[in-house]
């Protein structure tokens, strides 16, 4: 049967030593020098082509290469036919992706979402309202990209490489040579169609050159606090979601564009319904997005996970109307139109 994912973790940062502790911000110059991207990714590049050739199938390949330690840990998605996939990075014991050295990253800061294997997009990556996001290669900060080949992107002290395991596989056995023959990223604002610097953009239609050519990248806002109605002016609503919590409940409104960038439910104050869920339920548990046309729920490596139809789920497509269950709250998505 074929793997979904493939997780290594070096074992000096073991996850069971953590202490899930408060993030930290820290203000002032970082205590770690940065070390850019091609000289990290020299560093990577054999674990990189390793964890790829240890999984044959489709999907993404993310390693953390930390800008003093080196490669902390690695993940590897697959792409499945008929459904997306997903992973979450940051602090958090029960994240995929452990990374334990830097006190500024969030708890559970980054999902990385592969698309549909049918998807002209290879994989989404989504801030989870950290407040500090994601940086790209040219040093902005992003909430949200979506991608069809390789991407660099930083998150705190690390550099997080996520390549498509096919050309993980073939780089090249010298780390110089391989850095080079990746294809150039080429980053598009989603929301506007324009690119960043001298590159030229892709055509108003959103059709790429053949692929291989270039790494096309589009950024867009991230996901939305479950704070009230979720529409933007004039917006029809999408669907309802009915918190009913053991402090109260709680009745969200939410529009196409909401579901689009994603909403995210928890007691952190970040989601914004601190006062329907307790304790059993994880500052940042589940978030809901539309990929592909479809609409998902994902755990968030909640302590007490997400249940779908009474079933525990790593990730869910929900219907025109589904029940989920965080911890000792239930959640009812009804789709309106």
Same mark, same amino acid.
């Given at each position: 049967?074929?793997?979904?994912?493939?997780?290594?973790?070096?074992?000096?940062?073991?996850?069971?030593?953590?202490?899930?502790?408060?993030?930290?911000?820290?203000?002032?110059?970082?205590?770690?020098?940065?070390?850019?991207?091609?000289?990290?990714?020299?560093?990577?590049?054999?674990?990189?082509?390793?964890?790829?050739?240890?999984?044959?199938?489709?999907?993404?390949?993310?390693?953390?290469?930390? %800008? %003093?330690?080196?490669?902390?840990?690695?993940?590897?998605?697959?792409?499945?036919?008929?459904?997306?996939?997903?992973?979450? +990075?940051?602090?958090?014991?029960?994240?995929?992706?452990?990374? %334990?050295?830097?006190?500024?990253?969030?708890?559970?800061?980054?999902?990385?979402?592969?698309?549909?294997?049918?998807?002209? #997009?290879?994989?989404?990556?989504?801030?989870?309202?950290?407040?500090?996001?994601?940086?790209?290669?040219?040093?902005?900060?992003?909430?949200?990209?979506?991608?069809?080949? /390789?991407?660099?992107?930083?998150?705190?002290?690390?550099?997080?490489?996520?390549?498509?395991?096919?050309?993980?596989?073939?780089?090249?056995?010298?780390?110089?040579?391989?850095?080079?023959?990746? /294809?150039?990223?080429?980053? +598009?604002?989603?929301?506007?169609?324009?690119?960043?610097? /001298?590159?030229?953009?892709? !055509?108003?239609?959103?059709?790429?050159?053949?692929? @291989?050519?270039?790494? #096309?990248?589009?950024?867009? !806002?991230?996901?939305?606090?479950?704070?009230?109605?979720?529409?933007?002016?004039?917006?029809?609503? !999408?669907?309802?979601?009915?918190?009913?919590? /053991?402090?109260?409940?709680? %009745?969200?409104?939410?529009?196409?564009?909401?579901?689009?960038?994603?909403?995210?439910?928890?007691?952190?104050?970040?989601?914004?319904?601190?006062?329907?869920?307790?304790?059993?339920?994880?500052?940042?548990?589940?978030?809901?997005?539309?990929?592909?046309?479809?609409?998902?729920?994902?755990?968030?490596?909640?302590?007490?996970?997400?249940?779908?139809?009474?079933?525990?789920?790593?990730?869910?497509?929900?219907?025109?109307? !589904?029940?989920?269950?965080? @911890?000792?709250?239930?959640?009812?998505?009804?789709?309106?139109?």
């Amino acid at each position: 049967m074929p793997r979904t994912r493939l997780v290594c973790i070096d074992p000096e940062f073991p996850r069971e030593a953590a202490d899930n502790c408060a993030t930290i911000a820290l203000a002032g110059p970082l205590r770690v020098t940065w070390r850019g991207f091609e000289a990290l990714f020299r560093r990577a590049c054999p674990d990189v082509r390793s964890i790829c050739r240890r999984f044959p199938e489709p999907g993404v390949a993310l390693v953390a290469c930390h %800008s %003093s330690l080196g490669v902390t840990g690695a993940v590897c998605i697959a792409a499945k036919p008929g459904s997306i996939n997903a992973t979450i +990075v940051g602090r958090h014991r029960e994240a995929d992706l452990f990374l %334990s050295a830097d006190a500024g990253v969030a708890l559970r800061h980054l999902v990385v979402i592969t698309h549909k294997l049918d998807s002209p #997009s290879l994989f989404s990556v989504l801030d989870l309202r950290t407040g500090s996001g994601f940086q790209d290669e040219e040093g902005e900060t992003r909430e949200a990209v979506t991608c069809d080949g /390789p991407l660099f992107i930083r998150c705190g002290d690390y550099a997080l490489f996520l390549l498509p395991t096919a050309i993980g596989r073939t780089l090249a056995g010298d780390a110089a040579t391989a850095w080079h023959e990746l /294809p150039p990223r080429r980053l +598009v604002a989603a929301a506007f169609g324009t690119l960043k610097g /001298p590159r030229q953009p892709l !055509s108003l239609e959103g059709v790429p050159e053949p692929v @291989g050519t270039f790494t #096309s990248v589009s950024f867009r !806002s991230g996901p939305r606090v479950a704070r009230g109605d979720l529409l933007q002016p004039g917006e029809v609503p !999408s669907g309802e979601l009915r918190i009913d919590g /053991p402090h109260g409940t709680a %009745s969200v409104t939410l529009g196409a564009t909401a579901l689009r960038e994603g909403v995210l439910l928890g007691r952190y104050d970040r989601c914004d319904t601190a006062a329907v869920f307790d304790g059993t339920v994880s500052q940042v548990h589940a978030l809901l997005v539309e990929v592909d046309d479809d609409l998902y729920a994902v755990d968030c490596a909640s302590t007490h996970h997400l249940f779908v139809g009474g079933e525990r789920q790593r990730v869910a497509a929900l219907g025109a109307s !589904s029940s989920m269950r965080l @911890g000792r709250t239930r959640v009812d998505w009804t789709l309106l139109h």
